[in-house]
């Protein structure tokens, strides 16, 4: 039997899809908001509520409950009405070890490059950055319970629950009008789920190269093992004591020098972004649906916010 002939639909239906996981990453983006400044508001000014509750302790709390719910109740919903059977995004490529290897490797070694850049914003936009001033600190219970949450919820829960949200279900579905439109699209909506400038520019680059492992093995699975690897590299970089930097600078370049072996031997096919990518009709209909709107207006209120004026 002949592959099936595409289905052609109107502007309006298409937007009707994305408004379908829209009104889900909206969820996504304002609860993300809530915690952030419910929290520092709530310490300012109504300390008693917290009841001696470590704030920090509290937010990544919150963090972890809510974003579980977003990913199992709105997503999930919003999977079903799109018709996306997320367990064929689930299955095991069996990829080899050192091809598991190259894939980290490029990864880490493209978010060093972007965050390296991205950091000048900090100096000419004059961005506040998220700090975590207990990270590395293991002497009391307190700080020792606040790192393991931490890395439950930064090195662990996060990556799989975004790349089941962005790639498993966002991706997917922006890939069914063109697929490297759904590698672009994906990667710029994981950008604008990011609260200022300086984490917007990592995301988008490293979104998309997750999406285009994705596309590439047809699963989630490798995206998550290089997500949860570099967001385990970047927790080692915050925690790892002043007197061995010198190991993170060997790490680095060691990192750099086997991406550039992986990438040079063309160990690591992950394709080029062609068709589809930019085009104008394709945008213009996801950029003016209305909860990506919102979502894009959101973005630029954080990154506002976030400025030190």
Known sequence: MGKQAPVVITTKQAKKQINHFGRSLLIYVLLSVAVKYALIYTERYFPNVLNGVDPDLASLCASIILLLFVTLVPFTISSLFLHLDIRDYLKNPRLRIDRVLALICIGIGLNLLVTSVSTLFYFFFHTQATEYPYLGDFSTNESILKNLVYVAYFVIIKPICDEYI???????????????????????????????????????????????????????QPAIIVHIALSLFLWGLNVIPGNYLW???????????????????????????????????????????????????????????SLQL
């Not at 009008?177 to 400038?197: D, E, K, M, P």
């Open 166 to 220: 962005f790639r498993g279900i966002i991706q997917r579905q922006l890939g069914h009008y063109g697929r490297y439109f759904g590698v672009i699209g994906s990667a710029f909506l994981y950008a604008i789920a990011q609260a200022n400038l300086v984490d917007a520019l990592p995301a988008f680059v490293v979104g998309w190269y997750l999406s285009l492992i994705t596309l590439r093995y047809h699963s989630i």
């Open 247 to 305: 190991l993170i600078t060997l790490f680095i370049v060691l990192i750099y020098i086997f991406a550039g072996l992986f990438v040079f031997q063309k160990r690591v096919d992950t394709g080029m972004v062609r068709y589809g990518a930019t085009d104008p009709k394709l945008w213009k209909i996801l950029l003016t649906s209305l909860s990506i709107v919102i979502c894009i207006a959101i973005f630029i209120v954080n990154v506002v916010l």
